[in-house]
DNA sequence: CTGTTAGCGCCTTCAG
DNA sequence: CTGAAGGCGCTAACAG
């Protein structure tokens, strides 16, 4: 008596399986399976007809699971993010599924909170569910343990055929989809320096993470290029949330800033709530700026002055770059999605 | 010669598997998956210790997939939603993933963009990678067609085992989170009612999704509750996103009233904007409220009077459920979830 | 307590 | 062009 887990799962019905479909078109499991699959192993007209249509008749949906096992390739995609709530890989995410999706590949996400071991057990759950591919959406956490954990569980992955993708600065070398974080920043610190600035506040993101160092160095590199200093008192650590934002806002004033930017957003925002609850007139009193523009900066309190990231796009093009790797065809070098700068209400010249 | 497909994928280097960590322990396959699948099957203790030695050393991870094509359990979870990038439901898929991964599932995402054919082909894709379980966290298509054909998919999975939960309103029956569409937005219309608004605008969601009429009908039972008479020209559909909003409050002060309120938060924010624009002053001249309570909502360039759904805590419960659901202890009756009305700026009596 | 034996559903040589 | 046979990695009776 053949007796099976699925069996116990459900109540005697079973789907169609390839011998099924086999069965009833008279043929073998393998003729079936090569019209069934797509295979490029000649058959002829007639049988190929009568698989189709007991396959048809049949409602045969093949298990990816077991089609996976048998191929090595589950047409599957993890995907690191530090959370999926944050409008930023939100919006990443979206456009990696939009890619995946038109060629027939799935996505599994996970957030990390930017957490050490909860990133480095999603990536080995990925690697466990087999996973074809990783995009690692989430920008590296700066912390040796990580980067070495990261690199054996990744390298490992890569010898066993898999693809890892970046979307983010990270020190774990792979095919990158890049943008300019430091550049993006430089061109929007200039533009308030343009507008005659020069006590120029910086909000960083989490000190522990690499994208942080790469967009205050823009930051840096626009307020020498000008001769100015930067000030210690004038950068101020925050965490790319709204509350983090308004906090080290507050902290920022003691500093007399007449603008401040922003890592992202998010803080932007957040800084703007504060300053207005403070009874500061933004940008009359003080200039507010971020980076990424999402969604919702436009419709801020005040509509936000960022730089545009076009992050659906940014999925899309890692997306693609996943795929084109896994069919093995890499591009000439890794593509690079353009920022551009936004000028809105909350920038405007020092009173 | 044994050739597979991983050889062809990998540079014949190979993972460890089962076999691998059994010979080098010297036992059979199936202890070693005894006690490295947490079966309750005896194994005496120095037996044991050699295979988690053994497992350690190779480094040995278990293939999930041949895992679930043996148990026909893949500890996966299949998620529908309309758009991931929208903030309800970036929200709910945080929600789901930690009551997901803190129970050892994986989660595929996948949006549909309202589309019936893809929103079919989503849950079919969700069925063939053989997912324990599909959520439908996106609001029903109003549509014959799309109703009859999910059933059938939804039917069948369910017939072999697959768990199917609903955290929206969904014409297709399956254990469901709710929480109060309807009577949020009473509660909400009502307050307006008790500021003295007779002239409340409303603006809809999609005409074609479910939830667009579970939530106006909470606008005309407040209305009516009032012996006020709905007037067709204050209510006008939208589409939930923020441009939508503001369209249709572009519409909508045709007809003026003196507050609006959409269906959901995106919109109200996007009346926000157009009012601004025009220099109309919210609340001053007309309130403006909303539902949902995105993250958002504070920041708006007004705060947002809304109903506070707790979107993360929708999708832990609904994970939970469906986890629940899957080990076999199904709760006494379906959860619900509080909504709450928050009063913030952007409502007031009328001048 | 341990090993042997059958699969799960599909793909892929290898013979014909 | 078709079929038989073996294997992917793991679990689950069934004997001992």
Redesign the interface.
């Known amino acids: 008596m053949t007796s099976?887990?699925?069996d116990?799962?459900?109540?005697g019905?079973?789907?169609a399986s390839l011998r099924d479909v086999a069965r009833t078109a008279g043929v073998s499991v393998s003729t079936a399976s090569r019209v069934l699959s797509g295979s490029s192993h000649p058959v002829s007209e007639p049988t190929r007809r009568r698989v189709l249509e007991a396959a048809e008749r049949l409602?045969f949906?093949?298990?990816?699971?077991?089609r996976?096992?048998?191929?090595?390739?589950?047409r599957?995609i993890g995907v690191v993010v530090h959370?999926?709530?944050?409008?930023y890989y939100?919006?990443i995410?979206?456009g990696l599924?939009?890619a995946a999706?038109s060629r027939d590949h799935?996505?599994?996400?996970?957030?990390s909170d930017r957490d050490v071991d909860k990133e480095l057990a999603v990536m080995?759950?990925?690697?466990?569910?087999?996973v074809d591919a990783i995009v690692l959406v989430a920008s590296a956490i700066d912390d040796p343990r990580y980067l070495a954990e990261a690199t054996a569980i990744l390298d490992?992955f890569r010898?066993?055929?898999g693809v890892v993708v970046t979307l983010s600065e990270h020190g774990y070398t792979a095919p990158r989809v890049g943008y300019g974080n430091r550049e993006g920043t430089q061109l929007l610190v200039t533009h308030l320096l343009d507008l005659g600035h020069t006590r120029i506040g910086y909000i960083t993101g989490p000190p522990y993470l690499m994208v942080t160092k790469a967009r205050r160095s823009g930051y840096e590199t626009a307020m020498t290029e000008r001769g100015l200093r930067v000030d210690p008192e004038l950068v101020i650590a925050g965490d790319f949330t709204?509350e983090g934002g308004a906090r080290a806002a507050e902290k920022l004033m003691a500093a007399n800033p007449t603008a401040i930017v922003a890592a992202n957003d998010m803080m932007a925002?957040?800084a703007i709530?504060y300053l207005l609850d403070q009874g500061s007139r933004v940008p009359d009193e003080v200039s507010v700026a971020g980076f990424d523009d999402i969604?919702?900066a436009a419709?801020?309190?005040?509509p936000l002055t960022t730089v545009h990231v076009p992050l659906?796009e940014l999925g899309q093009v890692g997306g693609r770059l996943v795929l084109d790797l896994l069919e093995g065809n890499p591009p000439e070098q890794w593509p690079r999605i353009d920022f551009q700068l936004v000028i809105r209400e909350s920038t405007a010249p020092p009173r």
Chains 1, 2 share one sequence.
Do not use: C, H, M
């Open positions: 099976t887990a699925r116990a799962k459900n109540d019905i079973k789907i409602g949906e093949p298990n990816r699971l077991a996976a096992l048998a191929t090595a390739r589950s599957t959370d999926v709530s944050d409008p939100a919006e995410v979206r599924e939009d999706g799935a996505l599994f996400v996970s957030s080995r759950a990925f690697v466990a569910n087999q490992r010898a066993l055929g709204i925002i957040g709530r969604e919702f419709y801020a309190a005040v659906g």
